[in-house]
T-cell receptor, first 114, second 114 residues
């Protein structure tokens, strides 16, 4: 069965510092991987996704993620965090034949210190 | 831009009431989803629909039903609301059921059952 683990429940970084949010997945074949962001009181917005090709994926708002098959990971990174990045981040995995259903991780809440 | 709207942002209901949560998308998407979001549990799929009048159970369908009479509208029904259904409910849609498809989310309905 597919599963997604986000090991960090809550992370605090200083504004301007770099950020890495971890995501590990369990899936037998090549997965489809997504990162979504949820700002306070809002729905989820897609940051980026990976389904084939280059393992380094660029997304919106200056985020990127790297797919590492050997580590079953899809970590999200940003070189310099802005206060507006404070939000909750969800990693998700999809599978062929799943009718587009996604399995979401439990989320990582990001706080940004001034 | 894809727009997914949900009928209410906040809702307060009493135990035993029948509750309807409405979701509308304006981009002719085939698939629509209902999730509930609880702190520490992430998003869990309740039901999804891949066509008009077609529906499939997700991971936690107990206590819920759905209706999709028109392509753009997907309703979640709580037949007899209970306090353990107090939660944030998120609706999403995707163009097709392909695994790589992006899901677009509404802003959510925060339901309190007293």
């Amino acid at each position: 069965a597919q599963s997604v683990t986000q090991p960090d429940i809550h992370i605090t970084v200083s504004e301007g510092a770099s950020l890495e949010l971890r995501c590990n997945y369990s899936y037998g074949a090549t997965p489809y991987l997504f990162w979504y962001v949820q700002s306070p009181g809002q729905g989820l917005q897609l940051l980026l996704k990976y389904f084939s090709g280059d393992t380094l994926v660029q997304g919106i708002k200056g985020f990127e993620a790297e797919f590492k098959r050997s580590q079953s990971s899809f970590n999200l990174r940003k070189p310099s965090v802005h206060w507006s990045d404070a939000a909750e981040y969800f990693c998700a995995v999809g599978a062929r034949g799943s009718q587009g259903n996604l399995i979401f991780g439990k989320g990582t809440k990001l706080s940004v210190k001034p | 831009d894809v727009k997914v709207t949900q009928s209410s942002r906040y809702l307060v209901k009493r135990t035993g009431e029948k509750v309807f949560l409405e979701c509308v998308q304006d981009m002719d998407h085939e698939n629509m989803f209902w999730y509930r979001q609880d702190p520490g549990l992430g998003l869990r799929l309740i039901y999804f629909s891949y066509d008009v009048k077609m529906k499939e159970k997700g991971d936690i369908p107990e206590g819920y039903s759905v209706s999709r009479e028109k392509k753009e509208r997907f309703s979640l029904i709580l037949e007899s609301a209970s306090t353990n259904q107090t939660s944030m409910y998120l609706c999403a849609s995707s163009l097709t059921g392909r695994a790589a498809e992006t899901q677009y989310f509404g802003p959510g309905t925060r339901l309190l059952v007293l």
